[in-house]
């Protein structure tokens, strides 16, 4: 990516940010307060030397005395208003921008979503911020107000001494090129780190979601090998990293404290014994020549820390950056389902999964989709529930294209309930009242009946106030799928979508599941991806999908026994039932 002037990455990084003129305006005002006050002390100097030493007055010496401590108490005063501002600053910042990410990550389409691993995201969010949070004041206050100092000293030194100042310039360009140099290589070492910890990153993450497999399939050392190959790659990096870095800091060391310090003893001694100068002018001279070394060493030093960290500014940058859903808030009218020619394919997969597919659904009508694992099921369902965008087809939803409607309006419309079905780390009523959150007690009460959980709920010990650990993991497969058909019961849309949601159930539990599915959906829109006949037989339509083509379209009653692809799907799994009830 191009290099950003420091001003624009400040635009990039307050868009759609307030709070940081005010404080950052407050801190220049104390720059410009501690600036004027910096230049006194030296000037203080000559005057205690040339006037005082040499010129043997005592009272002017007390009236120094008392300048330095007025000086001192209204520099102390400054820094803690700086640090007043500065953490306002921060704190208010890294509370809007975590949040503004967030925002984003939420309000992208899921394709966009898809791109990102989680250690990527983790790292944006938590790591990537925190350099973010120091460019206010280290990369962009600090910078000008260095750029303005140094001017100010340079005009100084000129006055003092223009041709001992002109002389001591000539070591200026010299560290900039050997700064810049150093940059660069800072920089790609910091792209390469970045890098290999977000995917360390995504790895741990990957790892710990999947311990109990690790454990199971005895991956244990694969695992640590893995990490091992991954510390050895940053360690290198990172050393890398440091060795540029630290070369700098020597170079600049070497230079203020040996190369330019001896030259200008050695001149202005020259200078002195010439008569072209007075003592207490050249060092004078010396003192602020340091100052404005030190300048010049931050600008540099700023310019490298900036390729260094860039990086990281960058990655928060494409985030805010990114197109969120600009979609119609617009109402579903009914449950009325059309999909005409629909195709899609996943990123960076060449082939379609599924093919040109079309179907209705009558509002209150109940479909079935069958097929076999990896046929295309699941892809239809996150389709229709607006989760991913088809390349190819239409799909009207109670009158509207639920591509050209944003995420809010389908889910006040649309459930849709998964297989592993998505919990999270609360209690079991903060998990069920996500959907409804005026729900009241008796509501949840009821529908976690209807699904056959209320049961199970009371034998835990905090029944509804009990949390049910990272994805669920305290309740077993089953009992996840029955909470989440609870929560879909409680959410009460027009149109419900069952992605093979009570596959874990067993067939007694899934029948009373399904009648009260039933029940409650008599004038609802149902579509369910199931495998078991039990839930397909009373459906008012069934589709059979091979290779995302729709193979065959009808009843039960006009399926079985006439479609090869209806009856091997459940020949296969059921061979006797199917025996006995469909008389083959
Ligand atoms: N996120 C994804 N990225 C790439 N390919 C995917 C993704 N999800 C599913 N697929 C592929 O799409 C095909 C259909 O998957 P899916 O709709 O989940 O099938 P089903 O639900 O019928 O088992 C499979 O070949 C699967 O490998
Ligand atoms: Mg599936």
């Not at 803690?80 to 949040?99: A, E, G, T």
């Not at 660069?184 to 290999?196: H, P, V």
């Not at 106030?465 to 990272?470: A, C």
């Amino acid at each position: 990516m191009k290099i950003m002037t420091r001003f624009k990455i400040y635009k990039e990084l307050t868009n759609g940010i307030s709070g940081t003129k005010k404080p950052l305006i407050a801190l220049s005002f104390l720059k410009l307060w501690a600036l004027g006050i910096g230049i006194i002390p030296p000037l203080l100097y000559a005057y205690l030397i040339n006037s005082v030493m040499i010129g043997k007055n005592i009272n002017k010496l007390w009236a120094i005395i008392c300048a330095y401590i007025l000086i001192y108490i209204l520099l102390t005063v400054g820094i803690v208003l700086s640090k007043k501002f500065s953490n306002r600053l921060i704190l208010k910042y890294d509370i809007k921008i975590k949040h503004m990410l967030l925002k984003k990550y939420t309000t992208i389409d899921s394709m966009s979503y898809n791109k990102f691993s989680t250690g990527d995201v983790k790292s944006r969010i938590e790591n990537d911020t925190v350099v973010v949070e120091s460019f206010f004041t280290d990369y962009f206050l600090e910078f000008y107000y260095d750029i303005i100092y140094s001017f100010v000293l340079a005009i100084i030194l000129l006055c003092l001494n223009w041709q001992l100042a002109l002389l001591s310039l000539i070591f200026i360009p010299m560290t900039f090129v050997v700064v810049n140099f150093l940059g660069k290589k800072t920089k790609q070492a910091g792209e390469k780190l970045w890098k290999i910890n977000t995917k360390y990153e995504t790895f741990l993450h990957m790892t710990f979601q999947n311990w109990k497999d690790v454990k199971i399939n005895n991956l244990e050392d694969k695992l640590f090998e893995e990490l091992n190959v991954y510390y050895k790659k940053i360690r290198r990096i990172w050393f890398l990293n440091q060795i540029y870095w630290h070369l700098g800091l020597s170079f600049s060391f070497f230079q203020r404290n040996f190369i330019t310090q001896m030259f200008l003893y050695f001149v202005g001694g020259l200078f002195v014994i010439k008569g072209y100068s007075e003592v207490g002018t050249v060092l004078v001279f010396i003192n602020f020549y340091g100052q404005f070394y030190d300048l010049i060493k931050n600008i540099c030093d700023s310019i490298i820390r900036l390729k260094n960290d860039s990086v990281n500014i960058e990655k928060v940058i494409e985030i805010l950056n990114l197109e969120t859903e600009k979609k119609a808030n617009l109402p579903i009218i009914d449950g009325n389902i059309i999909v005409e020619n629909l195709s899609f394919k996943y990123q960076d997969n060449d082939e379609f999964v599924l093919k040109n597919i079309s179907f209705e659904v009558k509002n209150g009508e109940h479909l079935a989709i069958v097929g076999e694992s990896g046929s295309g099921k699941s892809t239809i369902a996150k389709i229709l529930s607006g989760q991913i965008i088809p390349q190819k087809g239409n799909i009207l939803i109670g009158g509207v294209d639920i591509n050209a409607i944003d995420s809010k309006s389908i889910s006040k419309k649309i459930s849709i309930v998964m297989q592993e079905p998505t919990l999270f780390n609360l209690t079991v009523r903060e998990n069920l009242l996500m959907v409804k959150p005026e729900a009241k007690d008796e509501e949840l009460t009821e529908c976690c009946r209807k699904a056959s959980i209320y049961d199970f709920i009371e034998t835990l010990p905090n029944k509804f106030d009990t949390i049910i650990g990272e994805k669920g993991v305290k309740l077993s497969g089953g009992q996840k799928q029955r909470l989440s058909i609870a929560r879909a019961f409680l959410q009460n849309n027009d149109i419900i979508i069952f992605d093979e949601s009570t596959s874990a159930l067993d067939s007694e539990k899934e029948r009373d599941i399904i009648n009260e599915i039933k029940n409650l959906s008599k004038d609802k829109t149902l579509i369910s991806i199931a495998h078991r006949l039990s839930t397909i037989q009373s459906c008012d339509k069934v589709i059979v999908i091979k290779d995302g083509f729709i193979m065959a379209e009808g009843t039960h009653e006009e399926l079985k026994g006439k479609n090869e692809n209806y009856d091997f799907l459940f020949k296969k799994q059921y061979n006797n039932w199917y025996r006995k009830n469909m008389s083959i």
